[in-house]
């Protein structure tokens, strides 16, 4: 009597060939039928932005994406008015600085002087336009303008 066994074992091998190509099979369609799906999800969600977009252009005035690059409608355009430019007021330039062994009366060590910066404005004041008694504020006090004492002195 022959050997069962073998047989047994190429029967088995012989199912689970079958079983693997028709789970892989199985696998396999479904796989390509969710990227056929998804696929025709794209096309769709593609067609509905193209869509949205011309109907977005056409709510907002805007010129279509064609070929066409004269406007529907005919643009005017009012000039605008000339603009008026001030001439900036210049500052007095700074006073000469103080010898290198002077110090400020109150005992003080003053920070060395800075140049002036060129790109800001001057602004020049006429002694003879400035109001001769006009008072002056310091810390609450009034005190008269330095041209009224040393005149009035």
Do not use: C
């Amino acid at each position: 009597m022959p050997d069962l066994s073998h047989l047994w074992q190429r029967f088995l091998l012989a199912s689970a060939l079958v079983v693997g190509l028709l789970y892989h099979w199985m696998d396999g369609l479904h796989h390509f039928s969710e990227h056929m799906r998804h696929r025709r999800r794209v096309h769709e969600l593609e067609a509905e932005v193209t869509s949205l977009r011309a109907h977005l252009d056409h709510v907002l005035e805007m010129p279509d994406h064609s070929t066409s690059r004269l406007p529907s409608k005919p643009i005017t355009a009012e000039p605008l008015k000339p603009i008026q430019e001030a001439e900036a007021p210049t500052l007095p330039e700074p006073a000469a600085a103080a010898p290198a062994g002077s110090e400020p009366p109150n005992g003080a060590k003053s920070a060395p002087q800075r140049t002036p910066r060129a790109k800001r404005a001057t602004i020049s004041l006429d002694a003879d336009a400035a109001p001769a008694s006009a008072p002056v504020a310091t810390n609450g006090g009034h005190e008269s303008t330095a041209t009224e004492s040393t005149t009035g002195a």
